[in-house]
């Protein structure tokens, strides 16, 4: 439509440029103004039109374009689905939402998979079968306790602990450089130096005394450059509700490739489990086994998992847990087994700390790292630094 906008002004000879529409596009995305018509015209003129000598001009090219597109909507509007959906989410009442019954894992799943066998068209709205909206266990839209999402986007409630849908990822970008100074000065608490390599770095005390030995005449001495010789394994929680949180994970894993020389990721969704995976998009077709993983670094290495700790307690404790797939084993076995190879091991949670006591999850989790658990701030890496440098 916006687009439609543009070449209707250029059509009425206002000379509207590519930038200034680009402008108009971003203070949209900021939530600028109320989502009224008469907000959009002042915006639209402020960012689109630089001569006031244009502004008849432009009423008069506004309204033409505003009538056309009245006259292209039917006279019969219906109701979006979705947002009939949405209205039946928000008129549950929280004593409505805290009187829905939780089945307990073994009864959901035994739940499931009767209404697959026995459903056979679709529902909305309802408290049953698998559907949109309503408080049912099976569905999506709608709100229950503990359900199983199938299809569509979360409502925001994140109380599913199955999600049956494929899902897409992408990969932390290890480049951002805005707002890391901070995080860097923290890891760099973590640091341990040692000389490596050829003579590269001007040693400039034993320069000057071996000068001075030499009646004035200069004598470089040269030593091998200082590198910094801590080895850190970075897991990364992706997808879900930690896509709250990518800027500031950005910021954390650029300054962590800056910072550590040794430094291997692996990604994971929610809580580790047999496998692990370095590129989302191949994250089905390559694989890691945790198995070969923990036998690939000893315990020189330290080890960092990145992720909001928040899920379904069922993730961590129950096997076949997991939202994406049946884990034989549970997430807690696994926790154990890293912090098992890798001693000097912490979590690290971008969270607010101010929510983490109403997480289940998170206080489980806390609980496994033997209270190793710290906020993704710079006070958070400063005290999660000191526990690795111990």
């Known amino acids: 439509m916006l687009i439609d906008f ?22 949209l995305q900021t939530n600028l103004m109320p989502p009224s018509i008469d907000d959009f015209y002042h915006l639209a003129r402020m960012t689109l039109v630089k001569d006031e000598t244009l502004f008849d001009r432009y009423d008069q090219a506004f309204g033409e374009f505003y009538h056309r ?40 799943m035994e739940l499931f998979k ?30 229950h306790p503990e359900g199983i999402r199938v ?34 000065m923290a890891l760099r608490r973590l640091r341990r130096f040692a000389r490596e390599g050829a003579d590269l770095e001007l040693d400039l005390d034993h320069t000057i005394a071996s000068t001075a030995k030499n009646a004035g005449f200069l004598d470089l001495q040269m030593v091998p450059e200082r590198h910094n010789t801590v080895k850190v394994v970075m897991l990364l929680d992706v997808g879900g509700s930690m896509d709250d949180h990518i800027a500031r994970v950005e910021e954390l894993f650029s300054a962590a ?25 191949r994250r089905t077709a390559e694989r890691f086994d945790t198995w070969d993983i923990l036998r690939k670094y000893n315990d020189d290495w330290r080890l960092i998992i990145v992720g909001d700790a928040t899920m379904s307690p069922y993730e961590i404790l129950q096997p076949g847990g997991s939202v994406e797939h049946y884990n034989k084993e549970t997430g807690a076995a696994w926790l154990q087994r890293l912090l098992e190879n890798w001693p000097k091991s912490v979590w690290l949670n971008p969270e607010p700390e101010a929510y983490w006591q109403y997480r289940q999850s998170i206080a489980i989790i806390k609980n496994i790292m033997h209270e190793r658990m710290y906020g993704v701030t710079v006070s958070g890496l400063e005290k999660a630094m000191r526990a690795l440098s111990k």
Do not use: M
């Open 6 to 27: 543009f070449y209707h002004l250029r059509a009425r000879k206002l000379p509207v440029s590519v930038q200034e529409y680009l402008t108009l596009l971003s203070a």
């Open 69 to 108: 597109l009245q006259a292209a909507i039917p006279a019969d509007k219906e109701i979006p689905l979705d947002w009939l959906i949405k209205e039946l989410q928000k008129n549950l009442s929280p004593e409505e939402k805290a009187a829905i019954e939780k089945h307990g894992w073994d009864k959901l």
């Open 114 to 143: 009767e209404r697959l066998e026995e459903q056979k068209e679709r529902h909305a709205g309802g408290n049953k079968w698998i559907g949109t909206g309503g408080s049912s266990a099976f569905g999506h839209g709608g709100y």
């Open 151 to 184: 299809g569509g986007p979360s409502a925001g409630n994140r109380t599913a602990i199955k999600v049956w849908e494929k899902r897409e990822y992408r990969d932390y970008d290890d480049q951002q450089e805005l707002g890391t100074r901070n995080f860097k």
């Open 257 to 281: 490739r800056s910072e550590f020389r040794h430094l291997d990721v692996y990604y994971f969704h929610n809580c580790p489990y047999e496998s692990l995976w370095q590129n989302n998009r």
